[in-house]
């Protein structure tokens, strides 16, 4: 049995072949053979959402899939939700404005959870955006700006 198989897959845009162990996660992939630390490795078992990209569309935990999965597909990090000049996109920016990020750990993993629910519902209500980062977990307890900071965004995209 082989212990690699390579992969083409579109991260953030970009067009990349990985020789990837069969064994390892998407999260592992990520980090340490594309260099994207900017998706965070917290629980490693589904819990806290930490790991969350978009994969395809839809919001994953990157430590529940493994990197053979994503051959053919279009994944996006965090890295990759803010301009190619570094000016950050309208959420990132909410974020910043709405004082979310505490200890700044979760924030990568709902930022593309709120992406990813922007993305499909354009105009979300409060119970929307709570379902749609009821997967990811926040130790500092910032969910009321994280909300607020999602429906500014909204808001913002909107206009
Ligand atoms: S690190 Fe993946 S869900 Fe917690
Ligand atoms: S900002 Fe600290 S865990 Fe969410």
């Known amino acids: 049995m082989r212990d690699t198989l390579s ?3 579109k991260v ?3 067009d990349r072949s990985i020789e990837v162990p069969v064994h390892h996660t998407l999260l ?3 980090r340490e053979e594309v260099g994207l630390t900017g998706t965070k490795e917290c629980c490693v078992v589904g819990e806290c959402g930490a790991c969350t990209v978009i994969v395809d569309g839809r ?5 529940l899939m493994l990197a053979v999965e994503v051959d053919g597909a279009e994944v996006t990090t ?8 570094g000016r950050l996109n309208p959420l990132q920016e909410a974020f910043l404005d709405k004082g979310a990020p505490q200890c700044g750990f979760c924030i990568p993993g709902q930022l593309m ?4 629910l922007l993305d499909k519902k354009p105009n979300p209500t409060v119970d929307d955006v709570h379902e749609g980062l009821a997967g990811n977990l926040c130790r500092c307890a910032g969910y009321q700006q994280i909300t607020a900071a999602v429906l500014a965004a909204a808001e913002v995209e909107r206009q």
Not at 59 to 63: D, G, Q
Not at 113 to 116: K, M
């Open 7 to 9: 992969i083409e897959v």
């Open 12 to 14: 953030n845009g970009i």
């Open 28 to 30: 592992d992939v990520l």
């Open 59 to 63: 919001p994953i935990n990157s430590c």
């Open 78 to 85: 965090v890295e990759g939700l803010a301009a190619e000049d």
């Open 113 to 116: 959870s709120a992406q990813a």
